[in-house]
Structure formats: structure tokens, C-alpha cells
């Protein structure tokens, strides 16, 4: 038994502790504690993944209880790929919040609890201490989207509030139906005491609803998104980066959690109407997602609403209950979160940079700014699922499971959404590459480029410069990571392969 697991809970925690202590003291030291905090928990989760991957999965019982009577860290295949997600992706944004903020003590101390929460979420065993972390993790969201300076932020920040509690609440409905039939609340324990009671009970088949749709909402399944569009878009461009990559893409392992090693294959098989429900989700978000994506002018807006059709397909995998699938769940997931968070990411820097942030403002802007349009297209292409990029093998991992499932409806759509994200990511890069800007337009690029003030995504002004190496150094390395991570995707479905047969036994 390995005793690191705990860390990679405890590192962030501690960090965000030290962060608030440090801004007593001296005001703005928070990224530094935060990136040497960032660095730590990425160097440990890495080490854990590597030895989860090399044998067995690593199980650690907090407080030396035995299981299932104390909370248990486990970290296998699956978990081990969230908690390295994790910390790569909180360590990449802090490389773009350096400069581009918001740069409070407070910011970063929240910052390091959001992480704290979901590496939780990625390694418990133990389905309270899953509400628990994504409890915390929700908590952290709300505070980060109401970071920016702007009204808006608030709004969707109270917006994001109101909805998640709601989730969360059905989340923990679950839980204690869960609880009331079986006594236990271990992951492994609770799927053998499940079977026990009986996939066709009623508590049981209620516990799973709750289950389900109250990760539904942290997911933001269609139709109960509302909260996703308002909160990416009013956030400032650092947390919109973030949470788009991360609190989602967790949120969709939680379900991948619940459903196989709580609920287990046999419990679809058992309820038809759990695969109904699941299936169905997928399939309205995949379709509205992608419909309202191209009818967006403002381009964070649009990611957002992108977002809602690409989990879809996520939940759309689950439902199928294959390992084909299955594996392009967790390859999409990945990627996903490297590829949204850079298109946040190069979305602000493009706002910072040129003053766009619209389809509109676009025009002519490779001219204007060769790095942001360059890194722009390859992450917008790589969501389409151009090949070699890493968006093409989740998608086709998930549609060749749906194939082999007979689940045609579902490769039907995933084809549909296909064309669809084309549709409103060809639309930007259009006017990036093909367009001529305006005169005026023009004349504002030359002006804001690297000598103006700094604007934080809410119209705030602050005395730094707009744009630094790290921010550049940021957006190229997900246009690089997009392409890369699509190459290795098919060695990585391969070292997954235990882990997904652990999960579907």
C-alpha cells in the first residue's frame, strides 16, 4: 500500500493555506506559492500514475480503517489519467495567470481548493467522500466565476451557485438511497451490496436516477446547461480556461465511477430505462449543443454551448457500455480538456491582444496576430476531429463502440455533430484566414498589441502589460499537446485496457 495517495488531496490544500497566509504578509505572492504547489502535485501524480499503470491499482485507507469501513484513495488507470489531467492543466493555466490574472492571494488560494477538490473526486473510493469533494470543488467554481471585476461574473457566478446546488443536492438523494439499501458507502462494497438487494428495487433504481442526474447538471447535460454558457463566458479568461477544462470533464468520470464500479454493467442490463435515460441525454445535448453553438456571435458563448454537444458524447459512450467506448470516453475527456481550456485560453488572448471577442472581430486576424490564429485553427480542427489530432480518436473510439453495440441512432448523431462543429468553428476560422479586417479594426491591433494596459475579460484595466511570454508559451503548447496527444491516444487505449476491463466485469 502506498502512502502518496493522500498528498495529492493534502499538497493543494496546504498551498491554499499557505497562499492566504502569505497575501497577510505581502500582497500578490500567491502565484508563486501556487506554482511551486502546481509543480509538487503534478511531479506526485505523475509518480503514482506511472506505478498505477504498471501493476495493480494503489489503494490507501485513510486513518488505517479497514475498508469499507474507513475512506478509501484508490487510483488505477482511470482515476490515475484525471489526477495527472489535473495537475497538468491547473499548472498550464497558471503559466497564463501570471500575467493575465486575476492575480489576488484570495484568487490563488481558491484556485488551489478547486484543485484539492477534484484530485479528490479523481482517487476516492468512497461515494460521500465523492459528494464531499465535489461539494468543494463546486464551492471553489462559484468564487472563481465571480472573480472578474464585471457584474456579469457575479451573475453567473449566483447563476452557477443556484443550479449546482441543486445537482449536488440530487447527488446526495442518491447517496442516502444508496445507503438505506445496502448500510455502506464504499464504491466496491456498495457494487456487491447493490446486487444483493437487487437491480430491479425501486431504492435502488431511484438511488441511481438521482445519481445520475444530479452529475447531469454538473456536467451540464441539455437541459440542464443553463448554468455552462453564463459562467464560461462570464468568467474571467484564466477560471473560464480552467473550470472548462477540469470541473466538467471530472464530473463526467464521476459518472463514469458511478455507473461500473458502483452500479455495474449488469444494472443496464438489468433497466432499460437506465440506458434510456442515458442515451437519450446524450443524444439532445450532442444534437441542441452543436445547433446552439452555431448560432453564437460571441466566441466564448460558442465554446461553451460546444461543450454541452461534446460530454454529450461522453454520456452517449457510457450508455453504450462497451470497452470501445469506454476507452474513447476517457481518451475524449482528455482531450477535451486540452483542447477547450487552449481555446479559452487563446480566445482571451486574442481579446487582449486585438479587442475581439466576437465571430466578427475575427476578420483578418491572422495578419493581425499570427500566434493567436495559428493556434486557434489546430485546436478548433482538432475539436472537429481532424486526424492526427487527439479530438479524431475519441470520436472514433466512441463511434466504432456505438457501432459494435448496434447503437446506430448514436453514430448517426455523432456523425451530425461532426458536421455541425464544423460548421460553427469553420465559420471563425474563415474569418481569421480569408477575410480582410477593417481599417479600424487594423489600426486598434497596432495599438493594443504589446503596449497597452491589461484587460482581465471584464473591461478592467490594470497597469500590466496585455500579453507575456507565458501566455503565448500557453496557447501554442495545447495546439502542440492537441496534435500530440493524438498521436499517443492509440498506445495510451491500449495501457487503458485493464482498467477498462476491471471496470466492465
Do not use: C
Request: charged share 10%; hydrophobic share 55%; glycine share 10%.
Amino acid at each position: 500500500m502506498s502512502e502518496l495517495p493522500p498528498f495529492l488531496v493534502a499538497v493543494p490544500l496546504l498551498g491554499s493555506v499557505l497562499a492566504l497566509l502569505a497575501g497577510l504578509a505581502r500582497s500578490r505572492t500567491g502565484w508563486a506559492v501556487a506554482a511551486v504547489t502546481a509543480v509538487l502535485q503534478t511531479a506526485l501524480a505523475v509518480v503514482l500514475a506511472v506505478r498505477a499503470f504498471s501493476g495493480d491499482p494503489i489503494r490507501y485507507v485513510v486513518g488505517g480503517f479497514t475498508a469499507p469501513f474507513g475512506i478509501e484513495l484508490v487510483i488505477d488507470g482511470l482515476s490515475a489519467t484525471m489526477a495527472v489531467l489535473v495537475a497538468v492543466v491547473a499548472l498550464g493555466v497558471l503559466g497564463y495567470a501570471r500575467v493575465a490574472g486575476p492575480r489576488s492571494n484570495a484568487f490563488y488560494a481558491t484556485y488551489l481548493l478547486l484543485v484539492a477538490g477534484l484530485s479528490g473526486m479523481s482517487i476516492t473510493g468512497d461515494v460521500f467522500n465523492m459528494y464531499v469533494f465535489l461539494e468543494i470543488t463546486g464551492l471553489a467554481a462559484y468564487a472563481l466565476v465571480a472573480s472578474g471585476e464585471s457584474g456579469r461574473s457575479a451573475r453567473a457566478a449566483l447563476k452557477y451557485l443556484l443550479v449546482g446546488t441543486v445537482g449536488a443536492s440530487l447527488f446526495l438523494l442518491g447517496i442516502g438511497f444508496a445507503y438505506v439499501a445496502t448500510g455502506t458507502l464504499n464504491m466496491a462494497d456498495l457494487s456487491g451490496q447493490l446486487a444483493e438487494v437487487g437491480h430491479g428495487s425501486p431504492l435502488v433504481q431511484a438511488s441511481f436516477a438521482l445519481l445520475a442526474v444530479g452529475l447531469f447538471v454538473k456536467i451540464a447535460v441539455f437541459p440542464i446547461h443553463t448554468w455552462q454558457p453564463a459562467a464560461y463566458a462570464g468568467a474571467p479568461d484564466s477560471v473560464s480556461a480552467l473550470i472548462s477544462a477540469l470541473v466538467s470533464t471530472i464530473a463526467a468520470y464521476a459518472l463514469i465511477r458511478i455507473v461500473f464500479t458502483v452500479f455495474t454493467v449488469d444494472f443496464l442490463v438489468a433497466n432499460s430505462f437506465a440506458r434510456t435515460l442515458l442515451i437519450a441525454a446524450a443524444i439532445v445535448s450532442i444534437v441542441v449543443g452543436s445547433v446552439l453553438a452555431v448560432t453564437q456571435q460571441e466566441i466564448k458563448r460558442m465554446l461553451a454551448y460546444s461543450s454541452v454537444s461534446q460530454f454529450g458524447l461522453v454520456v452517449g459512450a457510457v450508455a453504450v457500455a462497451n470497452g470501445t467506448a469506454l476507452t474513447g470516453a476517457v481518451i475524449h475527456l482528455v482531450g477535451h480538456a486540452i483542447m477547450k481550456g487552449g481555446l479559452f485560453l487563446t480566445t482571451g488572448l486574442v481579446a487582449n491582444v486585438a479587442d475581439a471577442r466576437t465571430v466578427d472581430d475575427y476578420r483578418g486576424l491572422a495578419e493581425r496576430f499570427p500566434v493567436g490564429s495559428v493556434a486557434f485553427g489546430v485546436l478548433a480542427l482538432a475539436m472537429v476531429g481532424v486526424p492526427p489530432a487527439v479530438g479524431f480518436v475519441g470520436k472514433w473510439y466512441i463511434a466504432l463502440g456505438a457501432v459494435e453495440a448496434g447503437a446506430w441512432p448514436l453514430v448517426v448523431v455523432i456523425l451530425v455533430s461532426t458536421l455541425l462543429t464544423l460548421a460553427y468553428f469553420a465559420q471563425v476560422i474563415e474569418r481569421i484566414f480569408f477575410r480582410e479586417s477593417d481599417a479600424a479594426s487594423a489600426a486598434s491591433a497596432e495599438t493594443t498589441t504589446d503596449e497597452t494596459l491589461f484587460t482581465d475579460g471584464n473591461g478592467a484595466d490594470t497597469d500590466r502589460p496585455s500579453v507575456s511570454f507565458g501566455m503565448r508559451a500557453t496557447v501554442l503548447l495545447a495546439a502542440v499537446l492537441a496534435v500530440a496527444l493524438g498521436v499517443a491516444a492509440f498506445e495510451y487505449g491500449q495501457l487503458l485496457q485493464p482498467t477498462i476491463e476491471r471496470l466492465l466485469v
